[in-house]
């Protein structure tokens, strides 16, 4: 059996956790809105027609932000077409999904299903096709309170009070040559610069996320990130980050590495936002929006098969599995090792597409990857103390990959201490040791595994429970040292308290 060792000291704490590092995505996208979230005339939605079903899970897993309308979508989309009588409103050509768009879900209906899912909004404006005067119309029509046309308009919609909408993304991955409107660095630098100075003089207690790379992999990484945040740095609180990794060669080693990937990733992209930092003498910080990453590769083939022009039809329903979960668990790991800098995360996405929620006409259920995110979400706040892991590692294609990839945080108000830790061998269980002596009147409250043996295992809407956690008894505390037996490719919360 492997060994590993975490070390913590009270005293030594990374960051207090953004509660904001556990937010997710709806895009109009496949059946993310329609059919998802939104479905009326389904006798499982509410008079407005969203899925009371989806609103529950939702909830249970207390996803603090939501990011809207897109992703690609998002840089073809005019907002006004979703906006007043439904009647009148247009069916486009969405060109980043080849799909129809009916608009009969639109910014109103999206603040208020927000407000039933106890979550708030992380709104994206079109600098694809369009630019700062339609961002400043939006931004006028969410946040102005009455006097001005697009106040107004939104009170003649039925909105008396305006949104207060803080958080806005200044496009979407405007490097990628796939999206409507993809620019270089150069000229979206600027445009980002004075979108975002143009929003500030309507509002100016927003704050802004630029696009950075599409991904680690795009050609200009690196160069992107530098030459953009040289136009906006003033402008820009946060910089973007989007990875999706998958293991179409079943390589399962290889892709359970892919969190040291994403750690890369982040440091990378902090090293260059702080070069910015220094090259302009700024005393201002740039933090990280990591604002999509999951798994995704499991729908590729069937999407390539899809007819144009339909509407909402069945798009990146990845169907996640086991390893999928225990990546998922290693991701939020990773992000939380770095909640000195990522303040902002989504989990692409939420609902149907390539998401941890997915609905039939006659339920939800919650796929294998929804657990180590709900458990995260609802566990993993308070402060994150520096982690030391002391284990053997794996060669991967990323380079040394550590067996066990593992976080602590500390809760000081509710004197909780929660463990998150993955062991990715595959063959045996791991004991992990870690000296408590610092925390002496804890116990053990919990520990969850999620350790199902095949890691092909999914759930289904005719067997929902294939995957789920469960309660484990592999924890114990002696002579102040907690030891825990992590079963072989298990995802782990180990929560103690007084
Ligand atoms: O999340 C799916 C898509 O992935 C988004 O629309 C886009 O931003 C990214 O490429």
Known sequence: MKQASIHIDRNFKLADVDERIYGSFIEHLGRAVYGGIYQPGSPLSDEQGFRSDVLALIREAKVPLVRYPGGNFVSGYHWEDGVGPKEQRPRKLDLAWSVIESNQFGLNEFMDWCKKAGTSPMMAVNLGTRGAEDAKNLIEYCNIEKGSYYSDLRRSHGVTD?????????????????????????????LAEETGRIMRMVDPEIELVACGSSSLSMPTFGSWEETVLEHCYDEADYLSLHTYYGNPEDKTPDFLASSVAMDEFIRSVVSICDCVKAKKRSKKQINLSFDEWNVWYHSNEEDKKLERWIQAPHQLEDVYNQEDALLVGSMLITLLRHADRVKIACLAQLVNVIAPIMTSDTGAWRQTIFYPYMYTSVCGRGAVLQTVVDVSSYESVYGDAPFLDAVVLTDEEKETLTVFAVNKDLEGSMTVSCDLRQYADYRILEHMELAEADLKAVNTRLCPDAVCPKKSDGSRIEEGRLTAVLKPKSWNMIRLGK
Not at 169 to 174: A, F, I, K
């Open 162 to 190: 305006p949104y207060d909408i803080k958080l806005w993304c200044l496009g979407n991955e405007m490097d990628g040559p796939w999206q409507m409107g993809h620019k270089t660095a150069e000229e979206y630098g600027r």
